[in-house]
């Protein structure tokens, strides 16, 4: 009995899986694996291993997920080490049923101090924000930093501008202009220091692309007639230029229906009194983020009386400008009859002096606009 005990307690942990759920179960009493020491080489970025017996082929998995057929079937290639502790194992997928698998970076500290809840977005075109929350068992005077890192070039930011919660400790991170990182997957690192206890690392990776919240769409033009409305908008984006939107239009006193579209702008006929909010949303990565928020709603009055037609305003322009000019020439054509005929004071004076007085009523130099009729100001000098 004390040798079937000690003989489980000797079968090495890789060996201990269930049979039923593994498709290529292994054989646990196997006295010479095909495969022995598997490792992580961090500066070349590969799992490897010796390998002894005769496989023909070899699946490495990150955290039990298939990631890529091994190379010459001694060794895989992996890009983008985590900073977290995480599982590498490999698996003989033909030949004889093998696998095994190590934890890599091992885990250091209490995984429950390490920054929780990691979320980062772009938004309002230019900013990059992170936030996390305290690990739950952090030590008090944890301190958690945020790094930002190009997983092609692998170029680091550190953060710059920081919010704290009230004891201090960083939870927010705020980058201000996210066109100097590039469009490639980008890797979110928050490591921490505390007194006493090591502080795992948290990170996230993924296009900034794919994390971006769309600002609202600008309204750029709009216009209507009775018959018919025109709306434009813009969204403004470093990331993204496949978007989609979503109007909500609500016209007079009808229920506001949803209409989404792919163009910029919206036509309708017959508009009458609306009122139109619009919000945009990445076409290309739909399924994953939600819409952006609604434009400012744009009120339309689009209909006859409210406004008058555009003929009629044209026509009682034309008219007013008609009368207007009348009147001046008018006004001149008297002038100018008054220059080239001047009147003779005195013998007028005496014989039709009331009507010479009335006309010089009429004509107060004072009283009209030099501008509108220059002539005038000759015939009055004429005068005196
Ligand atoms: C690591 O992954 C392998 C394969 O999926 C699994 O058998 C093993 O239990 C995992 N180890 C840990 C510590 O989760
Ligand atoms: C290795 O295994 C394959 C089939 O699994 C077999 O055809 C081949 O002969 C074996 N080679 C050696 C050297 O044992
Ligand atoms: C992290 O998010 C989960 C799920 O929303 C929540 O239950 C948990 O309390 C959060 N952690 C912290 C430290 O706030
Ligand atoms: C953002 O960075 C780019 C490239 O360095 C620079 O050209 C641009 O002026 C910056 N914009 C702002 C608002 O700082
Ligand atoms: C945190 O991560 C950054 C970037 O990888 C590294 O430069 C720094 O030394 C780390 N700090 C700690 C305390 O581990
Ligand atoms: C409204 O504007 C459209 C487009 O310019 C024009 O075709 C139409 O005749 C106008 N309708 C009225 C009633 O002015
Ligand atoms: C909208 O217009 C305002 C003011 O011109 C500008 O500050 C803002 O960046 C614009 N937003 C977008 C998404 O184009």
Redesign the pocket.
Known sequence: MAFVCLAVFLVPVSGLLPPDHDPYPIDISDPDPPIKNLRMEPERKRLTWDLHGNVSEIMCFINSKAFTKARKKTYCSIPDLSCQATNYSIKVTKGQPFSTWIQYPSQEGNPRAAA??LTCWVHDVDFLTCSW????EAPRDVQYHLYLENLDSYEKWPCSQYRADEQGTNVQCRFHNISVFSKDLTRFLVNGTGSGSKIPCSETTDRLAKIEVLAAPNITSRWCNQSYSFMQWQVRSHLNDDFKYELQIQKGTELAYKQEIYKAFLELNNPGTYTVQVRARDATFSHYKPWGPWSVPQHFVCEEGARLPVWLTSLLIALGTLLAMGLVLRFCRFSVMQKLFPPIPHMKDHINGKLQNGRTMTWDPDQDSQEECPVAEVQVLGET
């Open positions: 929780e809840n929350a305290v690990g739950r």
